[in-house]
């Protein structure tokens, strides 16, 4: 079973950056979507973003459309998350998981997801 860790959050100001890094602990190969979800305290997790292989494809939930972006470094078998123009809205911690035999209809339900992190606390204060 593949480890998945988090790491890159922190306390940041609103409007600032932050990029969070998935790193697993052997390569994923195969058909595989790795997702990032949030869950702030007595919230359920929400879907931000997932990125889809072999495809490529990327997937952003409607809250950080535009502000956040998902990327891979395939050497470091690695999954960033790049967040600009940070919210206290977006105060939560962060999780990625690994999704295997993705549909598009399946990425952004938690529930699918296995192999999670431990997560990363991101702060943003107003």
């Known amino acids: 079973q593949v480890q998945l860790v988090e790491s890159g959050g922190g306390l940041v100001q609103t409007g600032g950056s932050l990029r969070l890094s998935c790193t697993a602990s052997?390569?994923?190969?195969?058909?595989?979507?790795v997702g990032w979800f949030r869950q702030a305290p007595g919230k359920e997790h929400e879907f931000v973003a997932a990125?889809?292989?072999?495809?490529?494809?990327?997937y952003y939930g409607d809250s950080v459309k535009g502000r956040f972006a998902v990327s891979r470094d395939n050497a470091k078998n690695a999954v960033y998350l790049q967040m600009n123009s940070l919210k206290p809205e977006d105060t939560a911690v962060y999780y990625c998981?690994?999704?295997?035999?993705?549909?598009?209809?399946?990425?952004?339900?938690?529930?699918?997801?296995?192999?999670w992190g431990q997560g990363t606390q991101v702060t943003v204060s107003s």
């Open positions: 990125l889809r292989r072999p495809n490529g494809a990327t």
């Open positions: 052997a390569p994923i190969t195969g058909s595989y979507a």
């Open positions: 998981a690994r999704l295997v035999n993705p549909i598009s209809s399946t990425i952004r339900d938690s529930h699918r997801y296995d192999s």
